[in-house]
């Protein structure tokens, strides 16, 4: 059975200097995230099937956010450093695309420099740009051997540029209608 748990926007996660799991192997269905995550440390979401979205765009722990099984959804980025949905910390790391489903951005125009990592060589991920504008990641993007990603634009007024520079892997797909761009 698909449960969806919230954890209200009136609520502070303080992480207190020990990373935290959103999610675990037994749970499936969706995690809504609408608390401020706070503090000295990452988030680990996921273990489970299904999906967690992160809404706070005002989440400041300086950890690193890494996906695990999980797909997801992210209502905002920045640089390293800069309060966003995916906190401050200056990496995101991805991991087992087998179980995965994808990673979507759901927001406005947006800008980070963060490094990403995409784990689990011989997995398909899919890293979709589903909101508004133009979306730019300045970072490194760094894959495990056979990793493959399809990168999509699925809102017709949304951009995708990519300006890091690409490790490990070149099996990328481009889908949807809107211009996009690659560099680095």
């Known amino acids: 059975m698909d449960t969806t748990i919230t954890i209200a926007n009136s609520l502070i996660l303080d992480l207190n200097g020990a990373t935290r799991t959103f999610g675990n192997t037994s ?21 489970g099937t299904g999906t967690v979205n992160l809404n706070n765009t005002a989440n400041d722990f300086t950890g690193n956010v890494t996906f695990n099984r999980r797909g997801g959804n992210f209502t905002s980025i920045a640089d390293a450093g800069v309060a966003s949905a995916l906190g401050a910390g200056s990496s ?18 947006a800008s980070s420099n963060r490094s990403w990592t995409w784990n689990n060589g011989g997995s398909s991920y899919a890293f979709n740009q589903n909101g508004s504008g133009t979306l730019t990641l300045t970072g490194n993007w760094n894959f495990t051997s056979g990793t493959a990603i399809t990168f999509g634009i699925n809102a017709s007024t949304a951009d995708l540029v990519l300006e890091g520079v690409i490790n ?13 761009s690659l560099k680095g």
Do not use: H, M, Q
């Open 92 to 109: 995101i790391t991805v991991n087992d695309g087998v179980s995965f489903g994808s990673l979507n951005y759901t927001g406005g125009a």
């Open 168 to 180: 490990g892997n070149d099996n990328f797909t481009f889908g949807g209608a809107a211009v996009k």
């Open 27 to 47: 749970t499936t269905g969706v995690w809504n995230i609408d608390a401020k995550i706070t503090g000295n440390a990452g988030v680990i979401l996921g273990g």
